[in-house]
């Protein structure tokens, strides 16, 4: 399994950005698949998830401000994140989670600037 995870860079606080998680088999085997995001000297913490029948959560920070979304077809998850805060400055992660396993992209830096 791999997971490739696009889209990261530097933007502006108020800004928006999307990240992309391409998944190299089909996404509706997972349990789930997830944004993860690990700030400097923080601990990595779980942001939006999707699980197989589509069921969305959120981490209380981001709601109302990212959303979670995913293209089967082209075996995609996307991480929409509008109205960005410096705090939301992180390396990214996607993550499938399945039956045999968790599995890990590589992380993308988002940075807001204030």
């Known amino acids: 399994v791999q997971l490739q995870a696009f889209g990261g860079g530097l933007v502006q606080a108020g800004g928006y950005m999307r990240l992309s998680c391409a998944a190299s088999?089909?996404?509706?085997?997972?349990?789930?698949m997830g944004w993860y995001r690990q700030a400097p000297g923080k601990q990595r913490e779980l942001v939006a998830s999707?699980?197989?029948?589509?069921?969305?959560n959120y981490v209380d920070s981001v709601k109302d401000r990212f959303t979670i979304s995913r293209t089967v077809a082209n075996n995609t998850v996307y991480l929409q994140m509008d109205s960005l805060k410096p705090e939301d400055t992180a390396v990214y992660y996607c993550?499938?989670?399945?039956?045999?396993?968790?599995?890990w992209g590589q992380g993308t830096q988002v940075t807001v600037s204030s």
């Open positions: 999707i699980t197989s029948v589509g069921i969305r």
């Open positions: 993550k499938a989670d399945g039956r045999n396993g968790a599995y």
């Open positions: 088999g089909n996404i509706l085997r997972y349990n789930y």
